[in-house]
């Protein structure tokens, strides 16, 4: 298979997306034993909670300078060092302020592979099978996320200290990634823009594809050379304004679909619903197994039906199930809330997970991709910090049924937003993508 090297790379790669998603969901598991050890009050377990989110803002605004001035490949790997050190760090904490660093280092390296990864698979997958490869890396997210419930709900009678384990056990995987991502290649894209290296870059697409290898080649040379005869480009110029603001109005979308919020405080919800504490950790696993499941099924059908068709089905469930959810709520009656979250999560995961780190390393030219993929992932991440922060002092003071309701309404302007704005990417060369979006 000619593209097996690509595989091999796109998937050491999206370990990073692994330990993006284990990071993000195994506080879970340990955020009640937390705010019981610390005796935190509401807003000082909200922070608790969402410093990493504070870290992995900070990480995606900044990941673009790294991965430009740096290489993608590096930037992975002290990514990879971030993993390491926060996952132990929290592990072995005996004091919250050094457990909020700690988490908050984590945050950091969850922000810059949001950033790098996908840039780096999209910059080495030939435009046929782009949207399966980046696919991979919000895989590897869902099941990253899907074995830190399992862990998490594994480890749950390991007594007092069972929340350390369940932080700790992120030191396996993050040593794997850092040891794997010396054996892959830097992007051939990055090595013709910044570093003029044509010889290694021609190397590399030939492994990647010998057909269109000369061809690819050409095409970033001569986007370099125009790129090089005019002024710096500046991501907020009027030039790029069309794939700016579908970065950001995509990144806002995802978030205020309240998925970061269920992901995070999911034993909790269902325990607001009336599960007991074991069978909300269970009925938590279930959601990461659908999750996984339907960003399977979805990274088979991105690069057949599009973006914006996986987009359209996804909004519209989207907003059924969340509205199932705030009326369960509002009349008190929560014998179907298992079930419409779990549909709630395969539309999720066949729609907005799936396409929205495929679609924002995508849309923007080569000279300002990594800074543009650093102000969608910051987008992103601004407002997952966000939701995550009031999401519990919000449900406190004004019900599930509200704070769902407000989740089902953003999805109906999502819906709009799809149908209306967004375009389709499917098959398209990154060089011919840039005079598309540029004239969008």
């Known amino acids: 298979m000619k593209n097996s090297k690509v595989l091999v790379w796109s998937i050491v790669v999206a370990l990073g997306g692994f330990l993006f998603g284990f990071d993000t969901a195994v506080i879970s598991g340990a955020e009640k034993a937390i705010q019981i050890l610390w005796k935190l009050t509401a807003v000082e377990h909200g922070f608790t909670v969402s410093i990493a989110l504070i870290g992995t803002v900070i990480g995606a605004i900044l990941g673009g300078i790294p991965a430009d001035r740096l290489g993608r490949k590096q930037t992975l790997f002290w990514i990879a060092v971030l993993y390491l050190v926060s996952s ?31 840039l780096y698979i999209s910059e080495i997958s030939p435009a046929r099978s782009r949207g399966k490869m980046v696919g991979l890396f919000q895989f590897n997210v869902v099941f990253g996320i899907l074995i830190a419930y399992f862990s998490n709900y594994f480890m749950q009678d390991l007594g007092e200290n069972a929340w350390r384990w369940m932080l700790g056990i992120q030191a396996i995987p993050s040593l794997i990634f850092l040891l794997a991502i010396l054996y892959v290649p830097e992007s051939p894209r990055w090595l013709v823009m910044k570093k003029g290296k044509l010889d290694e870059a021609r190397q590399i697409l030939e492994l990647i594809d010998p057909g269109t290898s000369e061809e690819t080649l050409s095409d970033i040379l001569k986007n370099t050379a125009d790129t090089q005869s005019q002024p710096k480009a500046k991501l907020f110029s009027a030039k790029y304004k069309s794939p700016v603001g579908l970065a950001v109005m995509f990144a806002i979308f995802n978030q205020v679909s309240g998925i970061n919020a269920i992901i995070y405080y999911s034993p909790r919800i269902f325990e607001m619903t009336g599960l007991g504490t074991k069978s909300a950790f269970l009925s938590s696993a279930g959601i990461g197994l659908v999750n996984f499941a339907f960003t399977l099924l979805a990274i088979n059908f991105i690069d057949r039906f599009g973006r914006r068709t996986l987009m359209l089905i996804g909004s519209v469930g989207l907003i059924v199930t969340l509205s199932l959810v705030a009326r369960a709520f509002f009349i008190q009656d929560f014998s179907g809330v298992p079930i419409f979250l779990f549909v709630y999560i395969a539309f999720f995961a066949f729609s907005q997970g799936a396409v929205i780190w495929v679609f924002i390393s995508e849309i923007f030219p080569n000279e300002v991709r990594a800074n ?69």
């Open 88 to 118: 132990l760090g929290s592990a072995f904490s005996n004091d919250w302020y050094l457990f909020l660093l700690f988490r908050f280092m984590g945050g950091l390296g969850v922000g810059a592979s949001s950033v790098a990864a996908p």
């Open 372 to 440: 543009g993929q650093a102000l969608g992932s910051f987008t992103h991440w601004f407002m997952a910090a966000i939701v995550a922060f009031s999401f519990p002092i919000i449900s406190e003071y004004l019900g599930g049924g509200v704070t769902f309701s407000f989740f089902a309404v953003m999805m109906a302007l999502q819906l709009v937003f799809v149908w209306r704005i967004m375009p389709e990417t499917k098959g398209t060369s990154l060089e011919k993508m840039e005079k598309t979006m540029i004239l969008h």
